[in-house]
């Protein structure tokens, strides 16, 4: 049996990255769009960071892209 051509290999090996980066980006958009509505559904966002792939940092930075005021400090409760 011949040996398959490096550059063959590569170029396979290359075709499969790009398809699923593809669907790695795909997914990240729809994990970012479901951060969204947690947080304006008023989810914490210390729970929506415990139920998505993403950092604290990058949550942040989802809801200050999409206009999302940050929750208020020592858990929303308000001084009496």
């Known amino acids: 049996m011949a040996k398959k051509d490096p550059l063959d290999a590569l170029d396979e090996s290359t075709a499969r990255y790009r398809e699923t980066e593809a669907a790695h980006e795909e997914s990240r ?3 970012a769009k479901d951060v969204v509505a ?5 989810k914490r966002p210390t729970d929506v960071v415990a ?3 993403f950092t604290d940092a990058y949550v ?8 999302i005021a940050p929750a208020p400090r020592g858990g929303g409760k308000k001084p009496k």
């Not at 947690?38 to 008023?42: E, I, Q, V």
């Not at 942040?60 to 206009?67: F, G, P, T, V």
């Open 38 to 42: 947690a947080l304006k559904a008023g």
């Open 60 to 67: 942040r930075k989802i809801a200050r892209d999409n206009d």
């Open 29 to 31: 958009q729809a994990v």
């Open 51 to 53: 139920h998505s792939p």
